[in-house]
């Protein structure tokens, strides 16, 4: 799950990837620092070593670091695809409260086939099939 995503051989490397390699201003270094804090304070990596090896660890740090990659370029939209596929009870747990925390910083679209447990984080609901909006559904699960 999620391993063969990475490329870099540690979690700093991973998060900065796409940061631009030459000499940029100093406003852009300092806003990519400033996204660069604020995701891993969100996603709840700052208690691992930003040295750690990405494909070692557990999935739901797995998918913290995910989130993390995408959070760094500091979006107004995070666009999600069935976030806790693949994750056992307890990192579902701390997926879902973490999108309920960044819920309150930036708008989220998630799709995803598990609506109850992911119901606390939804503003509005669309049913789909065969490709297309069949309708609204109600927020309550």
Do not use: C
């Not at 740090?61 to 999600?80: E, F, S, T």
């Not at 309920?100 to 939804?122: F, G, M, N, R, W």
Request: glycine share 8%; charged share 25%.
């Amino acid at each position: 799950m999620l391993s063969w995503y990475f490329v870099a051989d540690n979690v700093l490397e991973e998060v900065t990837f796409g940061w631009p390699r030459q000499r940029g201003s100093f406003q852009l270094k300092e806003h990519l620092a400033l996204g660069l804090e604020r995701a891993i304070n969100w996603v709840g990596l700052n208690g691992i070593s930003l040295d750690k090896d990405p494909h070692s660890l557990s999935g739901g740090y797995k998918r913290r670091l995910a989130l993390a990659i995408q959070l760094v370029q500091i979006p107004d939209l995070l666009i999600l695809d069935e976030p806790l596929a693949g994750l056992d009870w307890k990192a579902r747990a701390d997926v879902v409260e973490l999108l309920k925390h960044l819920k309150k910083e930036l708008t989220i679209l998630v799709v995803s086939h598990d609506l109850k447990e992911l119901a606390a984080l939804v503003d509005r609901s669309w049913r789909m099939e065969m490709g297309g909006v069949l309708k609204e559904e109600p927020i309550a699960f």
